[in-house]
C-alpha cells in the first residue's frame, strides 16, 4: 500500500495481520496498542515510506530492517508545554512489515523496558508516554481512546485464540506422543516375555522336540502358536 487516501476500515483490516503476526512473534507491543499508535500517527492514511509510528533517523545505524533510507517530513513537539512546529528525517521502508520489526528492535532498548513488561494495553500506552516515545503530554489518554472507539483489544484476543490454539495442539501432541510410548513399551514386552503358564507344557515339549533351544524371550504370539501345535497333538507326535 502506497500514500493515499483510505477507509478506516481498510487502513486497519490491512494492518491488523501484520500486528497479530509480529505479538506471535514475540513483539511487546499489544496490536491493540500498535494499531492505535499508527492510527494516531498517520491520521488513518499508510504513507509511501511506510513509518507508521514517527521513528526520527535519530543517532540509530542501519540494520536488517532499516537501510538508512529516509525522507524529510513537516512534524511538530511539544518543548516545555508549548506546540512548536519543525521538520525532520524520518526512517523509510521498503515495507509496513520492515517498520514493525524495526520499531521492536527499538523497543528492545533500556529505556523503554516499562513498554515491555506492561501487562495491559491501557499501561503500555502510559509507558509509551512515560519512557519518551512521544512529547505531546496527551499521547496516551489519545492512545486509550482510540482503542476504545475502535475496539481494537480485538486483536489482541486474537493472539491470544492463536496461543491457545497452539497450545491445544501441542498438548494434543504430547498425549499422542505419550500414547504411542506406552504401545511401543507394551508390544516390546510382548515380543520378548517370559514363559507364560499356559504355555509351558507347549514349550517343554518344543524343546524336547528340539524345534526351540532356549524358551525364555520369546513373544506371545510364539508362545501361543506353540500352545496351538501342542494342544492340536503336533508337538506330542514330534516327542514320540
Known sequence: KGEGQ???????????????????????????????QNLLETGGTIPAWNNLGGIKVGSGQPNEWWDGSSVRKGTWEVVN?????????FR?????YHFYKDQ???FQLPRYERVRTAQIPEEQADMLLECGYATDP???RKLKQLIEI??????????????????????????????????V?????????????????????????????TP???????????????????LKDQTG
Do not use: C
Open 138 to 140: 496527551a499521547y496516551a
Open 150 to 183: 475502535h475496539d481494537l483489544k480485538q486483536y489482541d484476543r486474537e493472539v491470544e485464540r492463536v496461543l491457545q490454539e497452539l497450545k491445544d495442539e501441542i498438548n494434543g501432541l504430547r498425549r499422542r506422543n505419550e500414547e504411542l510410548e506406552t504401545r
Open 81 to 89: 508545554g508549548v506546540r512548536v512546529d519543525t521538520a525532520a528525517n
Open 6 to 36: 483510505m477507509k478506516l476500515s481498510e487502513f486497519l483490516s490491512f494492518l491488523a495481520p501484520y500486528a497479530v503476526r509480529l505479538r506471535l512473534e514475540g513483539s511487546p507491543l499489544f496490536p491493540s496498542v500498535r494499531l492505535a
Open 92 to 96: 523509510a521502508y521498503p515495507s509496513v
Open 104 to 106: 521492536d528492535l527499538l
Open 185 to 213: 513399551k507394551r508390544l516390546e514386552s510382548l515380543r520378548s516375555m517370559g514363559v507364560p503358564e499356559w504355555a509351558r507344557a507347549a514349550v517343554d515339549a518344543a524343546v524336547q522336540a528340539g524345534i526351540v533351544d
Open 216 to 234: 525364555e524371550g520369546g513373544s506371545y504370539d510364539f508362545y501361543r502358536l506353540l500352545t496351538v501345535l501342542y494342544r492340536s497333538g503336533t
